[in-house]
């Protein structure tokens, strides 16, 4: 999918009651969003293809949950050349979802507008979460997790990757400083950072690697490795 459509969206001030939400102004801009805010954004997305054909097994299914514009879905069928399942492509953001379909022809992607924690998974070897936990109330994600886990056919892979923090606070604030230098890099002014920060501040709620590994031992994981580390973010696959 290919949009031209520049985020400026923080550009203008907002009520201080103000909160994020994927809605239809954001899902429009929301390419250029990620790859301008999210540190190796590209070659994440491209590699997370090349872990689902590591681990997609023939006849079985694949999840990408909170799916927002399909990115990890069409790499997928990019790179698993021999998938004869279905890709379930699943978001609670409408709006993300009409794009897709208006946009996106392929029968092998089932676009759904659903959330995640009620949604049923069937067969499934390749699960993604790709920044999709921030998003979950912290009281779910271990459910969701569990849950997500037991259905895996053995021998499959959860790829999750989230945005982090580190344990100290004086490390914690130098790598965000880094970050938001990223995102002035790419053409975000200080201003569009800080009120973009202040409108996730209830709705995206950042954990620690250790937060996230003890989390995944909780549901029963103990084969599970990091992949994937840039700036503050960072990517997992379990494996079962």
Not at 18 to 35: G, T
Not at 65 to 75: P, V
Not at 113 to 129: G, R, T
Not at 153 to 178: A, H, S, W, Y
Request: aromatic share 12%.
């Amino acid at each position: 999918m290919k949009n031209d459509k520049k985020d400026n969206l923080y550009k203008k001030q907002y009520p201080k009651n103000h909160k994020f939400s994927f809605n239809s102004e954001v899902a429009d801009v929301f390419e250029d969003m990620v790859k301008r805010s999210v540190p190796g954004y590209e070659f994440l997305i491209n590699n997370i293809g090349i872990v689902a054909k590591k681990f997609y097994q023939p006849g079985t299914n694949v999840y990408d949950l909170g799916s927002s514009l399909s990115a990890c879905s069409l790499s997928i069928l990019k790179n698993v050349k021999n998938l004869d399942g279905k890709v379930f492509a699943i978001d609670s953001s409408k709006a993300m979802i009409n794009i897709c379909k208006k946009s996106i022809k392929d029968p092998k992607i089932n676009f759904i507008n659903s959330d995640i924690c009620e949604y049923n998974i069937v067969n499934p070897s390749v699960v993604i979460l790709n920044l999709t936990l921030q998003f979950i109330p912290t009281t779910k994600r271990e459910n969701l997790l569990r849950r997500l886990f037991k259905e895996l056919n053995t021998g499959g892979v959860i790829i999750i990757t989230e945005k982090v923090k580190l344990n100290k606070m004086q490390d914690n604030i130098l790598l965000q400083n880094f970050h938001d230098f990223f995102k002035e890099n790419n053409g975000y002014s200080k201003e569009e950072i800080d009120r973009k920060k202040l409108a996730l501040a209830d709705s995206m709620i950042i954990e620690s690697e250790k937060d996230h590994e003890k989390r995944f031992k909780n549901i029963g994981c103990n084969n599970f490795y990091q992949w994937f580390k840039c700036y503050n973010f960072a990517s997992w696959v379990l494996i079962k």
